[in-house]
């Protein structure tokens, strides 16, 4: 089996024929929004929302009003403030891309992405640079003000702090169109010699248990919504609509 391939890349795992059908019983449990492939071989198990994050003391001590919308991302005061993941080399960079794709439209986000540059946007290679090295609000206290990252990112901020905070040191964005929720799929791998210890793992990702352990875990959402949240996810961060 195979865990990890997310909606930015499920369709090539499906035009490759790599999964095998599985109509799990546990599937009933799962929010319909989530299940994209109706032929069940990508089988959701979490998402998360792909939003940019901001330090909030430093838009706090130099009263900048935030970026509202992407469009917002290119006036001149957000000048090199923005960093984000290279898209050919990212998970969090492709579904960013996909974001400004979904809003500016072809070619509009051709120009948009120029425009970008023009106003000082660094690239990075992946998640690590970008939110440690480069972002200010995280422990780099890096030059850029504003980073691609995830909703939960705040609240991670807050459970691994070396001292007790009350509130997060970051925010993200959520203006309209602003994030991109991704969504993580397993999959039974076609041919697989394992199939019934393969089925029971996946019923076990679908399970209330694993799905409400997924958020201190790794940082996503279950696609139970049955399943309930640890109490810093309430207090910490906040979805996009």
Known sequence: MFYGVDNTFLSRALEAGIFERYDSPLLQSVAAEYRLDPENRAIPVDYGDVCINYDKAFFAKNELVLPATLGDLVRPE??????????????PGLAFLLATIAHFGEPGYLDFWRMLRENGLVVVNDWNTAYYTNFS???????????VSYATSPAAE??????????APTASILGPDTCFRQVEFVGILAGTRQRAAAERF????????????????????????????????????????
């Not at 399970?207 to 940082?219: A, C, G, K, R, V």
């Open 202 to 241: 996946v019923d076990f990702m679908l399970s209330l248990p694993f799905q409400e352990d997924t958020p201190l875990q790794m940082f996503v959402m279950p696609v139970d919504p049955m399943a309930i949240l640890p109490d810093s996810f309430y207090q910490f961060i906040e979805q996009p609509t």
């Open 137 to 147: 609000g995280s422990s780099g206290r890096g030059p850029q003000t504003m980073v």
């Open 78 to 91: 957000y000048f090199g403030m923005l960093v984000v993941e290279n898209p050919a080399t990212s998970s």
């Open 158 to 167: 807050v459970i691994y702090s070396d001292v007790p905070l009350e509130q």
